[in-house]
């Protein structure tokens, strides 16, 4: 018998049929003997039509009371759900993130969590009630309610998980895992059974979309095991764990991650003197723009030219303040180009293994790809490159590491 907080996503409970499909789902697990929380977020599509309904009224709604709003559809969803466990016989009572509570700090639209009161849902749990909490939601120490960010029912889940100290996290949602990379692109991606927390936040942070970055992060702090499955399949889904020293065979890659929406900047010919970084780097954060990947290297006439990535929406901001700064410097002018993607492979078995880089330049030179920029972390190797070579080379180095799946490589 374990216990078991279980997170439902906005598909899963995207319609009435869904959500009585998950009230089935729960009552074999308590036959089983299980004890759960079941964490759920608001019907696909509520969100973002409760923003619709607010943007229709102000452009700029104050952030309390966008709290209050967006916070209902996961308020709907509970109650839904203990209606059709009740019809199943199973004793259930929802819980709004005030009641349990989440409290949180009192940054509105992205509250963080600081503490979780816990004696509520045990009470339930020993009597042997299903605790449903709406995800996403908390409530600061004034009694405002708030809510984590979008995407923020997994954090939910995950830190309900930590605070019960449950056996397992599991994510149940409309894919049945963590593929190698996005299955869209490369038709022999494969599901992994296990991934650890460390690459995941790599893999999120890098544009897979299966995980609330946040809640991978709470997780691997906490130890919280965490498992990623389908809700409309049976299966075992991916779980994401701590590293396993004793493995001894540990995969060199674990997946290839991108993202497509990158641009780069160049100012050239930068006088090389102590501050010039800091003086180009300093306008664009002040304007709110984050850089990714920075590459500077002098010329023999001791000039450099400084480059830098920023998500693409921020490319033209990024642009105009250049101009600017590079006429203060003295530069010789900017350049720029945002028809540019990331590609990265990220895998811990790197730590013990020389080499992968040249073997992912490697690839990416046989099938006659230049390579922009490069980036490396104990993990995880990106590089730019043109958008237009993208899915070549998320295939090519998906089998150059052999991540392709055992039909797909019988069939070609
Ligand atoms: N309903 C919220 C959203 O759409 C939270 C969630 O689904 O995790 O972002
Ligand atoms: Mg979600």
Do not use: W
């Not at 209902?72 to 929802?94: P, W």
């Not at 095991?225 to 389908?230: A, D, E, F, K, N």
């Not at 779980?239 to 995969?251: F, Q, S």
Request: with cysteine.
């Amino acid at each position: 018998m374990a216990l078991y907080v279980q997170k439902y996503g906005g598909t899963s409970v995207g319609s009435v049929e869904r959500i009585e499909a998950v009230a089935d789902k729960l009552k074999t697990f308590r036959e089983q003997g299980h004890d759960l929380v079941v964490v759920v977020s608001a019907m696909s599509g509520e969100t973002n039509r409760l923003i619709g309904l607010a943007s229709q009224i102000q452009a700029q709604p104050n952030p309390r009371e966008m709290d209050v709003l967006v916070s209902t559809g996961e308020q709907v969803t509970i109650a839904l759900l203990c209606m059709a466990l009740d019809k199943r016989g199973i004793s259930a009572r929802s819980y709004t993130g005030s009641q349990v509570k989440i409290l949180t700090d009192s940054v509105h639209t992205k509250a963080r969590i600081r503490d979780i009161e816990v004696s509520r849902m045990r009470e339930d749990l020993e009597a042997g009630r299903v605790v449903v909490v709406a995800g996403f939601q908390g409530v600061d120490g004034h009694g405002n309610i708030t809510t984590l960010g979008r995407g923020g029912s997994d954090t939910t889940g995950v830190a309900l998980a930590a605070a019960l100290k449950a056996d397992e996290c599991q994510i149940y949602t409309d894919v049945d895992g963590v593929y190698t990379t996005d299955p869209r692109v490369v038709d022999s991606a494969r599901r992994l059974d296990k991934i650890t927390f460390e690459e995941m936040l790599e893999m999120a942070s890098l544009g897979s979309k299966v995980l609330q970055i946040r809640a991978v992060e709470f997780a691997g702090k906490y130890k919280v095991p965490l498992r990623v499955l389908s809700s409309f399949e049976d299966g075992p889904g991916t779980l994401i764990t701590i590293e396993d020293d004793e493995a001894v065979e540990k995969p060199v890659i674990s997946g290839i991650a991108f993202n497509r929406d990158e641009a780069k900047l160049t100012v050239q010919g930068v006088p090389d003197i102590p501050g010039v970084a800091s003086r180009i780097l300093g306008p664009i954060s002040a304007a709110n723009v984050e850089v990714d990947m920075i590459v500077q290297n002098v010329a023999a006439d001791q000039t450099t030219d400084f480059t830098f990535s920023v998500h693409r929406n921020d490319f033209d901001k990024a642009e105009a303040i250049l101009q600017r700064v590079a006429a203060e410097l003295g530069a010789r002018g900017v350049a720029g180009d945002n028809k540019i993607a990331k590609v990265s492979i990220v895998g811990v078995g790197m730590r013990s293994h020389a080499g992968v880089a040249s073997k992912m330049f490697d690839a990416l030179a046989k099938e006659g790809i230049n390579i922009q920029m490069i980036s490396t972390s104990e993990i995880k190797v990106s590089v730019v490159l043109a958008e237009k070579y993208l899915e070549l080379a998320v295939r090519a180095l998906h089998s150059e590491f052999d991540l392709d799946a055992p039909e797909a490589v019988s069939e070609s």
